[in-house]
């Protein structure tokens, strides 16, 4: 199965870019990469996905290296309400069914 | 659209005891998960379901049964509770996938305690 790397912790000052990233040096050439993040006391949601080209939805961006063993997810902004734990998932496989690492923990500063 | 709910949102069992954790959604989805939390953790997948009467094992499963006898209803079952059953649980679906990973959608969670 593939598996991914993130760091365990990382700050970032509000209004600021975050650049979050993520090792996936076994993932193979029709794996998607996904991103959830998860707010203090909720559950996780959905950030982006993508596959090989860079992708962009109104929450984040996705840079994904041409290689593609590793991406980045950009905030371009980040605010208070940033402040999350990223998680970088590999493709779940049959039934579409995820593994979650654990995570980066973003903190944002005011 | 109330999307995943899932019920009771908190729950205090003592050692032995029972419950049923009830997880719906109304989106007609195929796919649905239970995945637990322990504090400072990342989740890990309990059980999971492809569809309507179908069931399967995720990392851990052991100590926890399920049921899917409507498309939109996931049941996750604890027969003994026991202390290390101690978590938040999360219950979440899908679409069928097919093969480019649909996006999963997830419920508030139900925190419980097993004393």
């Known amino acids: 199965d593939a598996k991914t790397t993130q760091p365990n912790s990382m700050e970032s000052n509000e209004e600021e870019p975050v650049h979050l990233p993520c090792n996936h040096s076994t993932i193979s050439g029709t794996d998607y990469i996904h991103w959830y993040r998860q707010l203090p006391s909720q559950g996780p949601e959905y950030v982006i996905h993508?596959?090989?080209s860079n992708v962009n939805n109104r929450m984040a961006s996705l840079a994904i290296a041409e290689d593609r063993k590793s991406s980045t997810l950009i905030l371009h902004r980040a605010t208070l309400r940033d402040a999350a734990v990223y998680y970088c998932i590999p493709p779940g496989g049959y039934g579409n069914k995820l593994v979650f690492g654990a995570g980066t923990i973003l903190r944002v500063k005011s | 659209n109330a999307g995943v709910t899932q019920t009771p949102k908190f729950r205090v069992l003592k050692t032995g005891q029972s419950m049923t954790l009830l997880c719906a959604q109304d989106?007609?989805?195929?796919?649905m998960y239970w995945y637990r939390q322990d504090p400072g953790m990342g989740l890990r997948l309990i059980h999971y379901s492809v569809g309507e009467g179908t069931t399967a094992k995720g990392e851990v499963p052991d100590g926890y049964n399920v049921s899917r006898l409507k498309k939109q209803n996931f049941l996750l079952g604890l027969e003994s509770a026991a202390p290390s059953q101690t978590s938040v649980y999360f219950c979440?679906?899908?679409?069928?996938?097919?093969?480019?990973?649909?996006?999963?959608?997830f419920g508030s969670g139900t925190q419980l305690s097993v004393l």
């Open positions: 979440a679906s899908s679409p069928y996938s097919r093969g480019r990973g649909e996006k999963l959608f």
């Open positions: 989106m007609n989805h195929e796919y």
């Open positions: 993508g596959l090989t």
